[in-house]
């Protein structure tokens, strides 16, 4: 935590700064944070003054800064939200942590493999977390399912099956403007944000598959060793339609597959099938549904029924796809109120992942992973 001459807070408040106040940030995080009683949301920085400027507007921060480094070392801060296009990411993060700060930092964590391994050994280093903006690891579901995993519900794993298909076929080509209506968001991207792959360092892996992998990996425990992947652009510059077919750590394979050409309007789909010796787990994310089969018969977990919320629902989308997690795990970690429940580990075997699965469709084979 760096002095100066921001104002002394009581030792019950996690001072945390916000860095890129765009789509994502005035969605989750200045929501968020600005409204968690133990969190004060002491200065923001972005490089769009516009932008700034409605963020300090909406929700009345008096701090704002053009140049991060400048927020680091004016402000008493002792975390930082980084939301920020993901080529950027790496930049920002390292300083952060060497200016002695917890850091929360969008997915994908990074873009390059030796980046993420540079982030976790100096976080290490300091003492400090890294927590990766992964909602969906805060999911109710997702820790019954692990629970089933670890308890040794479905025996030994031996395979398991993803598939993500989502809306953002429009965000690669650029225009993301089509999606305004359909999910309300304040602010939306820029339209370079991720079409332009110099800047996303690709299209569907990076934006959704990042997701389910990530989800899966917490869920199982599970480690990639080797995959083989199939992507196609189409008439996009980024990668639009992912296949890849991985071998995990004990003896595990699986299917990782992911669209971002749901039409605009229709249903997205987030489902897992994991397998093991001794029975298996079904999970819609989406709708809610998880259920066990093993000798015992079938039990189901609903989360529909269980918090008397309809599917869709803004109750039930808040418990299923809990998006101020990140930074209120943010807030609880500084504070020493709980641990990090969706750590920079996992990212960066996220970023191996996708790493070595860019690699094996443009090489055309099995890549490995180190």
Not at 246 to 262: L, R
């Amino acid at each position: 935590m760096m002095s100066g001459d921001a104002a002394i807070l009581p030792k019950d408040k996690a001072a945390v700064g916000v860095i890129g106040v765009g789509w994502w940030s005035s969605q989750a995080h200045l929501p968020a944070l600005s409204m968690n009683e133990n969190a004060h949301l002491a200065a923001i920085a972005d490089l769009d003054i516009d932008k700034l400027k409605q963020a300090k507007d909406t929700f009345n921060i008096s701090k704002t800064y053009t140049d991060y480094i400048e927020m680091f070392k004016k402000e008493d801060l002792d975390g930082v939200v980084i939301a920020v296009p993901h080529k950027y990411h790496y930049e920002i993060a390292l300083a952060a942590l060497e200016h002695n700060l917890h850091v929360m930092i969008e997915k994908p964590m990074v873009l390059e493999v030796k980046h993420g391994e540079e982030l976790l050994e100096v976080a290490e280093k300091n003492n400090l977390e890294i927590i990766v903006g992964y909602p969906w690891h805060y999911n109710k579901q997702v820790e019954q399912v692990q629970d089933w995993i670890s308890n040794g519900l479905i025996g030994d794993l031996m395979f398991v099956d993803c598939i993500f298909a989502s809306i953002v076929w429009e965000l690669y080509r650029g225009n993301p403007e089509a999606y305004k209506e359909t999910f309300g968001f304040p602010v939306m991207p820029g339209s370079d944000t991720y079409s332009d792959p110099t800047i996303s360092g690709g299209g569907q892996a990076q934006t959704q598959i990042t997701h389910s992998a990530g989800l899966l990996f917490k869920m199982t425990g599970l480690t990639p060793k080797s995959v083989f992947s199939i992507m196609k652009n189409f008439d996009l510059d980024v990668d639009l339609t992912d296949a890849l077919v991985v071998n995990f750590d004990k003896d595990v394979i699986g299917t990782i597959a992911s669209t971002g050409g749901v039409l605009n309007g229709q249903d997205e789909i987030l489902e897992y099938k994991i397998f093991g010796n001794k029975g298996h787990i079904l999970f819609d994310v989406i709708k809610g549904v998880a259920s066990l089969h093993n000798q015992d018969g079938v039990l189901e977990n609903k989360l529909e029924k269980s918090i008397g919320a309809s599917i869709g629902s803004q109750d039930f989308w808040a418990l299923s796809y809990p998006e101020h997690a990140t930074s209120e795990n943010l807030v609880n970690i500084i504070l020493n109120k709980d641990e990090n429940r969706s750590p920079g580990s996992i990212g960066l075997q996220v970023v191996k992942l996708l790493d070595a699965a860019y690699r094996s469709t443009k090489e055309a084979k099995l890549i490995e992973i180190n």
